[in-house]
């Protein structure tokens, strides 16, 4: 069943305005991709730095689309059981003793060794059956009768064998339990896979996926999320403090700041009821945006030329 039907995304415009109303600062490269994606039925590959809003995409896709945001979080060792499902081992445990209980009930009226095995295997298909299937992020979103966005977020840090798996899912939209049979998607979700290219992905997942990059944004878009997400914050304050982000980032740093943490220092400079962005306070509040002291170090020698830069 195709994924879902939704006016929202009959246009690129509609999609921009729609992900801007919920806080989403959507470029129209962004809106066009998630268009795409949506009336072919792709998943969208998000690449890009760390906090650049790869994840919140997914999330405001959801929201925008008022369907269910089902995150799988992907690390070293991920397997199937995790992912897809399990059985809920405690509670066939729990079965077998009140079948223990009522054994004699159960075995009542049967004659010999055979006639009691044969009802004792009348239970056999219980024990594995949709009552005790405890499903998993992948299983729960093929399982969501109104469609769900499906987050699989930071699938490079996932082994290269549960990624072959993961293409099976994608490319069916079906799993097999042994024990129950096939399950297929009662409604296609909306994907997305991000990834913070720590390992290259698999030519054979990219054909599958729409490639989406978000870069560090231009200054003119930084302005206007911090102006969304942090509306408080003055339009001159915003200006100075996007100026010396983007003069930041051109540093040899451990870690460049993101959109998330500029986001955070609007906030802070909104919180100490600042009214310019000067050296003092840049000093004081720099671990907000910096994650490494030697980062912190590098910027505070360069504080006073960005300072100046960001004033003009």
Not at 86 to 115: C, F, H, N, P, R
Not at 181 to 187: D, F, R, V, W, Y
Not at 239 to 250: K, M, P
Request: overall charge negative.
């Amino acid at each position: 069943m195709k994924l879902h039907h939704n006016k929202k995304f009959e246009t690129i415009e509609h999609i921009q305005k729609g992900f801007g109303d919920a806080g989403y600062v959507c470029s129209r490269q962004i809106a066009t991709t998630l268009y795409l994606a949506y009336h072919l039925d792709k998943p969208i590959l998000v690449e890009g730095p760390a906090g650049v809003g790869k994840t919140e995409l997914a999330k405001i896709a959801a929201i925008y689309l008022d369907i269910p945001l089902i995150r799988l979080q992907c690390y070293e060792g991920l397997d199937e059981s995790k992912a897809l499902y399990e059985w809920k081992y405690g509670k066939q445990l729990l079965y077998t003793q009140i079948l223990k209980d009522k054994l004699s009930d159960v075995l009542k009226g049967a004659e010999g060794l055979a006639a009691s095995m044969s009802k004792l295997h009348q239970y056999d298909d219980i024990f594995f059956s949709n009552h005790f299937l405890e499903p998993r992020p992948l299983l729960n979103a093929i399982r969501q009768k109104e469609g769900a966005v499906l987050l699989v977020d930071e699938v490079d840090k996932s082994d290269q064998e549960f990624e072959a798996f993961l293409l099976e899912i994608l490319s069916d939209f079906q799993v097999s339990v042994p024990e129950i049979g096939t399950i297929k998607a009662l409604s296609q979700p909306f994907v997305f896979l991000t990834s913070n290219n720590t390992r290259e992905m698999s030519e054979a997942l990219k054909r599958r996926c729409l490639h989406l990059f978000i870069p560090f944004p231009e200054p003119k878009l930084e302005r206007e999320i911090i102006r969304v997400r942090v509306p408080d914050l003055s339009e001159d304050l915003r200006g100075r403090l996007v100026s010396f982000i983007q003069q930041v980032r051109n540093l040899d740093l451990k870690k460049l700041p993101s959109v998330s943490e500029t986001i955070d220092w609007a906030r802070v400079l909104v919180l100490l009821h600042s009214s310019q962005l000067d050296q003092d306070l840049i000093r004081d509040t720099l671990n907000v945006v910096l994650k490494f002291e030697e980062d912190i170090e590098i910027v505070r020698e360069r504080l006073y030329d960005f300072a100046e830069k960001a004033l003009k």
